[in-house]
């Protein structure tokens, strides 16, 4: 059975969550706050982590980044608030995916349903990809360069696969989407572009020339060199 955190200062919201996930056979731990999330992850195995924004004390983009610092579990952001900036910060600290409030049961399941296959389609692809100096690992969602590790989002590890498995051939930001995101994921195509920074900072900071790797086509997308 596989378990989901759920992370919301509201019980409300909390009870509303389990009811709709636990009938599909999810067990779900109900927490108040970022500080019980952190403390949990650190205990238990987690399969996915659902995440309020808008919390006091530790807020849904601090709890993120902090458990995006020792942990690539799913993380899939509930938000209020339909700002795009919002959205956009909350994958740029490594949310995986976000839903906003409202939503019906069905939507909810398709996210989380969405999140947990990808996770489930890696661990069948190959577990170790290697090249030069550095080597991709499935189990791990890390990408080893010269001894050092980068960590990665699923959404990261997934786009940096398509590319790594391809190299010099280029993707458009729409075949990106579709290599990440669920076809029926209502993500913004520029969305590629955030996680896209993100992966190249991450590189920067283990090493990597990313001017020599991760590069930028003017007009398609992105490849891989």
């Known amino acids: 059975m596989q378990t989901i955190l759920l992370v919301d200062d509201e019980m409300r919201m909390l009870d509303l969550l389990e009811l709709f996930l636990k009938p599909q056979g999810y067990n779900c731990i109900k927490v108040k706050s970022g500080d019980e999330a952190l403390t ?67 939507e909810l399941l398709a996210r989380v349903n969405a999140l947990l296959r990808r996770i489930a389609n890696g661990k069948k692809d190959e577990k170790i990809i290697k090249c030069d100096d550095y080597e991709l690992n499935s189990e791990s969602y890390t990408l080893t360069f010269q ?4 960590a990665l989002t699923m959404k990261e590890y997934k786009i940096i696969e398509a590319l790594i498995k391809h190299p ?16 029926d994921s209502y993500t913004e195509i520029r969305t590629v572009d955030s996680h896209i920074r993100n992966l190249r900072d991450k ?11 991760l590069l930028t086509v003017w007009g398609i997308g992105y490849k891989w060199k």
Not at 168 to 183: C, G, I, P
């Open 147 to 150: 001894d050092k590790h980068v």
């Open 40 to 106: 949990l992850l650190a205990k238990e195995e987690i399969h996915l982590v659902i995440l309020d924004v808008m919390m006091p004390y530790m807020d849904g983009w601090q709890t993120c980044e902090a458990i995006r610092k020792r942990s690539s579990v799913p993380i899939l952001m509930l938000t209020a608030r339909t700002d795009k900036s919002d959205i956009v910060k909350g994958l740029n600290v490594g949310a995986d995916d976000y839903l906003t409030k409202p939503f019906n049961d069905q």
């Open 168 to 183: 010099k051939r280029s993707y458009t930001r729409e075949q990106l989407l579709l290599v990440a995101w669920d076809h």
């Open 203 to 213: 590189l920067k900071i283990a090493g990597f020339s990313t001017h020599e790797f």
